[in-house]
Every structure is written in C-alpha cells, then in structure tokens.
C-alpha cells in the first residue's frame, strides 16, 4: 500500500524540495499546477496528504479553505505553504491546515516536517481503509435470520452480499468471525446503501469497546503487510489539532 498525496503548486524550487522528500516516505506525489483542475481532483480522488502553495498559487488559499468541505478529503492531512509576506500561521491553522511551512523550505525542514505527520496519514487511511474479504456474516433483522457473504471491511463498516436486498436505513444484528482469528463480533449496524442485487453498504454502530479494538488491531496487522512500519508508526503518541 502507498500513501498517496496532491501538491498544488508552480513554484519548482518547492517541487523539487517536496516531491523527493515525500517520495523517501513511500508516498506518491501528484503535483498540480491549477488550482481549478486541482479542486477537480479533491472532489473526485481521495489523498492522504494535501500540500498546497497558498501564498504563491493564484486560488491556493481558498482551495485551503474549502478543503474541509470536500467529502472525499475532508479529513486529509493538510500542509500549508507561505511566504511570509501574505498569510500568518495562525491564520493557516484557522483555515484547516494541520502542518504549516514558510519559505524558503530546505531539506531538513521538509523531512522532519513530514516524518512527523506520517503516522496522521497513516491513521487516517486506516479509518477509511477496507480490506477486502470473503467471510459469512449472519444477518438479523426483525426476528429473521438472513445468510450473508461480505466482501470488504474497515474499522467503521462492511459490505455484504446478501440474496435479497435490504432497505436502507434499517439496523440489524451482525454476527461473523474474522478469518484466521478467535475475534467474534456481535454488533448493531445501519444499512448506509443497499442495490436490489442484495449487495448493501452497512455502518457500524455503538461497537463494544474490546471487540472495536480487536478490529482495529486485525486490520493494522493486514495493512502492516501492505505498507511495513505502520503499525510502529500508529502506536506513537499523539493527535491533530
């Protein structure tokens, strides 16, 4: 698994400082000089990291602005550049930014900077993370019991097939054992969507607290195997403002 992360910018002298250093991380780098293609890629792709020029790109700061306000990046880490002269820090911070650097940035500035968000990123594509999975769930719903086969799971939902459809909205009782474990989850979910070829998207709802960290921790042990050293990195301390 790589990370993967959206630079806006035209400034060469930043791209040429950001992109190397992201890329030592194993995060791959979209770099995107236009701020209206740039907002085009925020609505229709999903980043784990946001890097934006906001002094410097004509529209950056209110791409900054509106970031949060995007359904698929809403919780993407984000890094504001400046350059002294436009927006403070403090100001970048109230509009959404997580991290902030001034220009001119160096090497070591950018490293430490992204070494220390890296495991934010990480956090984050674990909450949206699915790992797909083929695993029979027993579906309860109004006393009756319906056999169902999931196909992805993520720490707050699960896709199920199921023969007949569900309608959205409704809350049953899931039952299912993760494969190659002894975790047994028992818990109430909502169905998010449901198609009339049986196949519904289903949230998780008020999870015991044992059988939540169980998850979480099947599911780091799954990513660590895509992505080594994320399960070091999700264990340090430490939360975004």
Request: charged share 25%.
């Amino acid at each position: 698994m790589t990370l993967e992360s959206l630079l806006l910018s035209q400034d060469p002298e930043l791209v040429r400082v950001i992109r190397p250093t992201l890329e030592k991380l194993s995060i791959e780098v979209e770099v995107c000089q236009d701020v209206r293609a740039g907002s085009d890629m925020l609505i229709s792709d999903k980043f784990d990291a946001i890097v934006v020029d906001c002094d410097d790109l004509t529209g950056g700061l209110a791409l900054l602005q509106g970031l949060r306000n995007t359904p698929s990046n809403k919780n993407s880490v984000a890094f504001a550049i400046l350059n002294g002269k436009r927006t403070t820090t403090q100001e970048a911070f109230g509009m959404g930014a997580n991290f902030v650097l001034q220009k001119p940035i160096s090497n070591l500035n950018a490293s430490r900077c992204f070494h220390a968000a890296l495991n934010f990123m990480l956090k984050e594509r674990r909450r949206y993370f699915r790992q797909p999975i083929k695993m029979q769930v027993k579906v309860v719903l109004e006393g009756k019991t319906l056999s169902a086969s999931s196909t992805n799971i993520s720490e707050g939902g699960i896709a199920l097939l199921l023969r007949e459809a569900l309608p959205k909205g409704a809350t049953p009782q899931l039952q299912f054992s993760l494969p190659e474990s002894s975790i047994h989850i028992d818990v109430e979910a909502e169905v998010a969507w449901a198609d009339m070829k049986g196949l519904a998207g289903l949230r998780f709802h008020a999870m015991p607290k044992a059988a939540q960290s169980q998850l979480e921790e099947w599911l780091d042990n799954h990513m660590e195997a895509e992505f080594p050293g994320s399960k070091d990195r999700l264990a340090e301390p430490g939360s975004l403002q």
